[in-house]
């Protein structure tokens, strides 16, 4: 029997099936620019990914987890993970959109602009399954300095399958790599690893040697093969870890549990020790760092991506209900205030989406050889940390203020603003916490002095006609005067980022939209909370939330 108590009203729908990708007129002009020959595929993923099945299949994935079997049934060791279907499905989209090698297996004008507007479409569904994704593209330049090893991968790394079977190298049809760097001991600081490397046949480049040690977050730790950074002979070095070893034998990196992590909870983040684990040596011995570290900058991008899809897909959650929930006689996206923070929102999403887009267009311009531009360098050597600091960081206050549009309802798990605010810190913890961008960002000006002079100068010829970003880059011209100490870098990072936002902003956004965001960022009394935009004319407000999400979608 029921007992009915009252009627359910003013509950707001679910989300209905959109396009990601043509809902998005920052993304869409950004890709006719400058990756047009892409713009067919993104229609068709962004329609596939804006489904209520698609967000489905991602909220499964985050709610069943991976579980650890370290033994089978009679006891002998397997050291296997058990994903749910979901996390597969995920994983077979993003191969099929080859978001793990697009700009190596297709070099073309573009190439990384155009696998940057993917990995954003498919960052707004889910996050986790994106990390194999990650270090397997960030790996492949790594490898390809690596002829015959590479030979033998190309194939399977450039495939569009997800293949999931837990088999040597040889006898599968595509395959995944992760990364080992941080240890107990050091964190961030890996030169105080402990883990040591015997040659077996050899020393140095190409040789195999057998590891012992331990690795504290060994992300995806049955993908198929792991760059791993340990002590040889002569100091700090790069191996490559396969899953399995050549003889047909599973290799002894022997996974001690998972971590219970606040997010990205589909993913799978271990804890390994290796017991002669067989790897061989890649780049030169002592060079670990300098070898590896080329990879971990190229996953600092796709942190800055997946944290702008985040703010993207909350932004689109909270416009939308605001646009269906009354409360006090009206609707909350007719209420003054509430408008306010919605196109507040809107235009940070807008010029985090606009600062990735350029530093995607900056690698693709650094991967043309016959053209050494030092402003490009600059772009993406010294605004990608800065860009990780800044985009990562308001990722984490956007989503929270995206789950207070939705009240209450937005602080169950049943709803999607939850899982989005715990998934928002980790872009700003992996591949470098804030001070270690931050001091990054003063390391590159060091080092680039040309690139970033020229870069100064770009910022004050685009703002010349702009008192408020005039103002911003005179401001972070006096940062500058005297040489900046570490105690400054958090402030620096942050201003130039909000330069480059400011003259993205007025390069490719509408003029108004320009306005206000360059005026509330240079001014101290805005911008420390959404919701303090200047007051403006309701026509130019109502630009900034249509642009942003189309009453229409």
Same mark, same amino acid.
């Given at each position: 029997?029921q007992w009915p108590t009252?009627d359910v009203a003013?509950?707001?729908?679910?989300?209905?099936d959109? !396009?990601?990708f043509?809902?998005?007129?920052?993304?869409?002009?950004?890709?006719?620019?400058?990756?047009?020959?892409?713009?067919?595929?993104?229609?068709?993923?962004?329609?596939?990914?804006?489904?209520c099945?698609?967000?489905?299949?991602?909220?499964?994935?985050?709610?069943?987890?991976?579980?650890?079997?370290?033994?089978?049934?009679?006891?002998?060791?397997?050291?296997?993970?058990?994903?749910?279907?979901?996390?597969?499905?995920?994983?077979?989209?993003?191969?099929?959109?080859n978001?793990?090698?697009?700009?190596?297996?297709?070099?073309?004008?573009?190439?990384?602009?155009a696998?940057?507007?993917?990995y954003?479409?498919?960052?707004?569904?889910?996050?986790g399954?994106?990390?194999p994704?990650?270090?397997?593209?960030?790996?492949?330049p790594?490898?390809?300095?690596e002829?015959?090893?590479f030979?033998?991968l190309?194939?399977? /790394?450039?495939?569009?399958e997800h293949?999931?079977?837990?088999?040597?190298?040889?006898?599968?049809?595509?395959?995944?790599?992760?990364?080992?760097?941080?240890?107990?001991?050091?964190?961030?600081?890996?030169?105080?690893?402990t @883990?040591?490397a015997?040659?077996?046949?050899?020393s140095?480049?190409?040789?195999?040697?057998?590891? @012992?040690?331990?690795?504290w977050?060994?992300?995806?730790?049955?993908?198929?093969?792991?760059?791993?950074l340990?002590?040889a002979?002569?100091g700090?070095s790069?191996?490559?870890?396969?899953?399995? &070893?050549?003889?047909?034998?599973?290799n @002894?990196?022997?996974?001690? &549990?998972?971590? *219970?992590?606040?997010?990205n909870r589909?993913?799978?983040s271990?804890?390994?020790?290796?017991?002669d684990?067989?790897?061989?040596?890649?780049?030169?011995?002592?060079?670990?760092?300098p070898?590896?570290?080329?990879?971990?900058?190229?996953?600092? /991008?796709?942190?800055?991506?997946?944290?702008?899809?985040?703010?993207?897909?909350?932004l689109?959650?909270?416009?939308?209900?605001?646009?269906?929930?009354?409360a006090?006689?009206?609707?909350?996206?007719?209420?003054?205030?509430?408008q306010?923070?919605?196109a507040?929102?809107?235009?940070?999403? =807008?010029?985090?989406?606009?600062?990735?887009?350029r530093?995607?267009?900056?690698v693709?311009?650094?991967?043309?050889?016959?053209? *050494?531009?030092?402003? =490009?360098?600059?772009?993406?050597r010294?605004?990608?940390?800065?860009?990780?600091f800044?985009?990562?960081?308001?990722?984490?206050e956007?989503?929270? =203020?995206?789950?207070?549009?939705?009240?209450?309802?937005?602080?169950v798990?049943?709803?999607?603003?939850?899982?989005?605010? &715990?998934?928002?810190?980790?872009?700003?913890?992996?591949?470098g916490?804030?001070?270690?961008m931050?001091? *990054?960002?003063? &390391?590159?000006?060091?080092?680039?002095?040309?690139?970033?002079?020229l870069?100064?100068?770009?910022?004050?010829?685009?703002?010349?006609?702009?008192?408020?970003?005039?103002?911003?880059t005179? !401001?972070?011209r006096?940062?500058?005067?005297?040489?900046?100490?570490?105690?400054q870098?958090?402030r620096?990072a942050?201003?130039l980022a909000?330069v480059?936002?400011?003259?993205?902003? /007025?390069?490719?956004?509408?003029?108004?939209?320009?306005?206000?965001?360059?005026a509330?960022?240079?001014?101290?009394?805005?911008?420390?909370v959404?919701? @303090?935009?200047?007051?403006?004319?309701?026509e130019?407000?109502?630009?900034?939330?249509?642009r942003?999400?189309p009453?229409t979608?």
């Amino acid at each position: 029997m029921q007992w009915p108590t009252h009627d359910v009203a003013n509950q707001v729908p679910d989300l209905p099936d959109c !396009n990601l990708f043509t809902t998005d007129q920052a993304l869409v002009d950004a890709v006719r620019r400058d990756a047009g020959w892409h713009e067919h595929d993104l229609i068709r993923s962004g329609a596939e990914l804006g489904t209520c099945a698609m967000r489905d299949i991602a909220a499964q994935a985050n709610h069943h987890l991976p579980e650890l079997h370290t033994h089978d049934r009679v006891g002998n060791r397997i050291d296997a993970v058990e994903f749910h279907s979901a996390w597969h499905q995920l994983l077979a989209m993003q191969r099929r959109e080859n978001l793990q090698a697009l700009p190596w297996s297709e070099p073309r004008d573009g190439a990384h602009l155009a696998r940057t507007a993917g990995y954003f479409l498919q960052a707004q569904l889910e996050s986790g399954s994106l990390c194999p994704i990650t270090m397997t593209f960030a790996a492949i330049p790594l490898l390809q300095k690596e002829p015959a090893l590479f030979g033998e991968l190309e194939a399977k /790394l450039f495939s569009r399958e997800h293949d999931a079977r837990d088999l040597p190298i040889a006898q599968k049809r595509s395959i995944m790599i992760g990364m080992g760097m941080t240890e107990k001991q050091g964190g961030s600081d890996v030169r105080s690893n402990t @883990t040591h490397a015997r040659a077996i046949d050899g020393s140095g480049r190409c040789a195999p040697y057998l590891l @012992t040690g331990h690795k504290w977050f060994f992300s995806v730790p049955t993908c198929d093969a792991h760059l791993v950074l340990a002590q040889a002979d002569d100091g700090l070095s790069c191996f490559f870890v396969p899953r399995w &070893r050549p003889d047909g034998v599973k290799n @002894t990196v022997l996974i001690q &549990r998972l971590k *219970d992590k606040l997010g990205n909870r589909s993913n799978a983040s271990g804890e390994v020790e290796f017991h002669d684990a067989w790897g061989v040596m890649v780049g030169e011995e002592g060079r670990g760092i300098p070898t590896i570290i080329d990879m971990a900058n190229r996953t600092r /991008l796709d942190c800055v991506i997946g944290s702008a899809g985040l703010m993207r897909h909350a932004l689109v959650q909270a416009i939308h209900h605001a646009r269906h929930r009354s409360a006090f006689g009206r609707l909350l996206a007719e209420q003054a205030l509430m408008q306010n923070v919605l196109a507040d929102l809107a235009l940070e999403s =807008e010029a985090a989406t606009h600062l990735m887009l350029r530093l995607a267009r900056a690698v693709d311009a650094s991967c043309d050889l016959m053209n *050494d531009n030092a402003l =490009e360098c600059a772009w993406r050597r010294i605004l990608t940390p800065a860009a990780k600091f800044w985009i990562c960081k308001r990722a984490i206050e956007f989503c929270g =203020e995206c789950m207070e549009v939705w009240g209450g309802n937005g602080y169950v798990e049943e709803a999607p603003m939850a899982r989005m605010l &715990r998934e928002a810190p980790v872009n700003s913890i992996w591949e470098g916490s804030g001070n270690v961008m931050c001091l *990054d960002v003063l &390391r590159a000006i060091a080092r680039e002095p040309e690139g970033f002079s020229l870069l100064l100068q770009d910022f004050s010829n685009r703002a010349a006609a702009h008192d408020g970003l005039r103002a911003m880059t005179d !401001n972070l011209r006096k940062m500058l005067t005297m040489s900046p100490s570490e105690m400054q870098a958090r402030r620096i990072a942050q201003q130039l980022a909000l330069v480059a936002q400011g003259c993205l902003m /007025l390069q490719y956004a509408p003029a108004s939209s320009a306005d206000v965001f360059i005026a509330s960022r240079s001014d101290a009394a805005s911008g420390r909370v959404f919701g @303090t935009l200047p007051v403006m004319n309701n026509e130019t407000l109502q630009q900034i939330l249509q642009r942003a999400w189309p009453a229409t979608a």
